[in-house]
């Protein structure tokens, strides 16, 4: 059974469609693309799968559950997790803290439970602790745990933001455009971790990326948009040889 599957979604701002008639198909356990040129509409089907468009049609279901009038936190407690093209981190504190802080939906005990913080408080806090501490050394972030983010260099802040969306601990990851800005050496950085939690996590992986080389090398099925249109969907090597997607997106000489 599909994990995600996204129904005829048609997302419109007034007069411009952003998305038009869309299906696409997340099967659980893969990496999934979605590339295109910019202002094809990648960001935006992000945007519809966690919450924070509702398309202006069709229909987007994650495990028989309807997502498409779902809140950015309904999404997150089914188990679906997004870090930002644009970083999402709290610059003042510290990575710890911020990694803390993603985890607040985990937080199940009440206001004089937390007061005096004894037993269920002082247990879930242990839990996301350990927890947290756990995603900190699979992501190799020890050396910054206790540093601001704000501090931090570029590359390592993506790092964080990726690591802010895995400790939710979430089935589907999706990742709007991990590596942006990153050098060489970041690239592949990031690379290794993306398929490091598809395959040591077991979670499914939504990959929106610019770099054609990374997306061919790792992803198992790639869905190509171009003005909100999917106009190519497939392995990387059928991709490849789309004349559509060689038109609109590689370029033809």
């Given at each position: 059974?599909?994990?995600?599957?996204?129904?005829?979604?048609?997302?419109?701002?007034?007069?411009?469609?952003?998305?038009?008639n869309v299906?696409?198909?997340?099967?659980?356990?893969l990496?999934?693309s979605?590339?295109?040129?910019?202002?094809?509409?990648?960001?935006?089907?992000?945007?519809?799968?966690?919450?924070?468009?509702?398309?202006?049609?069709?229909?987007?279901?994650?495990?028989?559950?309807?997502?498409?009038?779902a809140?950015?936190?309904?999404?997150?407690?089914?188990?679906?997790?997004?870090?930002?093209?644009?970083?999402?981190?709290?610059?003042?504190?510290?990575?710890?803290?911020?990694?803390?802080?993603?985890?607040?939906?985990?937080?199940?005990?009440?206001?004089?439970?937390?007061?005096?913080?004894?037993?269920?408080?002082?247990?879930?806090?242990?839990?996301?602790?350990?927890?947290?501490?756990?995603?900190?050394?699979?992501?190799?972030?020890?050396?910054?745990?206790?540093?601001?983010?704000?501090?931090?260099?570029?590359?390592?802040?993506?790092?964080?933001?990726?690591?802010?969306?895995?400790t939710?601990?979430?089935?589907i990851?999706?990742?709007?455009?991990?590596?942006?800005?990153?050098?060489?050496?970041?690239?592949?950085?990031?690379?290794?971790?993306?398929?490091?939690?598809q395959?040591?996590?077991?979670?499914?992986?939504?990959?929106?990326?610019?770099?054609?080389?990374?997306?061919?090398?790792?992803?198992?099925?790639?869905?190509?948009?171009?003005?909100?249109?999917?106009?190519?969907?497939g392995?990387?090597?059928?991709i490849?040889?789309?004349?559509?997607?060689i038109?609109?997106?590689?370029?033809?000489?």
């Amino acid at each position: 059974m599909a994990h995600l599957t996204i129904s005829n979604v048609t997302l419109s701002f007034g007069g411009l469609k952003a998305l038009s008639n869309v299906d696409m198909t997340i099967e659980p356990g893969l990496i999934t693309s979605i590339i295109g040129p910019n202002g094809a509409g990648k960001t935006s089907m992000l945007n519809c799968i966690s919450g924070f468009y509702h398309p202006t049609s069709g229909d987007i279901r994650y495990k028989e559950k309807a997502l498409t009038h779902a809140s950015p936190h309904q999404v997150s407690k089914m188990g679906i997790s997004r870090a930002f093209q644009n970083l999402e981190l709290f610059s003042g504190l510290t990575v710890l803290d911020n990694l803390l802080l993603a985890r607040h939906q985990n937080l199940t005990y009440n206001f004089f439970q937390a007061i005096f913080f004894y037993g269920k408080a002082s247990r879930i806090e242990a839990e996301n602790r350990g927890y947290v501490e756990e995603v900190i050394d699979f992501m190799e972030l020890e050396p910054y745990r206790k540093s601001l983010v704000g501090n931090l260099s570029y590359g390592v802040q993506k790092k964080v933001e990726v690591a802010r969306a895995l400790t939710l601990d979430p089935d589907i990851l999706l990742l709007d455009e991990p590596m942006a800005g990153m050098n060489l050496e970041e690239k592949e950085d990031i690379v290794r971790f993306v398929m490091d939690i598809q395959k040591e996590r077991g979670a499914t992986v939504v990959l929106v990326e610019h770099d054609l080389g990374v997306v061919m090398d790792i992803s198992d099925r790639i869905y190509v948009l171009d003005f909100g249109e999917v106009i190519g969907s497939g392995t990387p090597d059928e991709i490849a040889r789309n004349p559509k997607v060689i038109e609109a997106y590689i370029g033809e000489d």
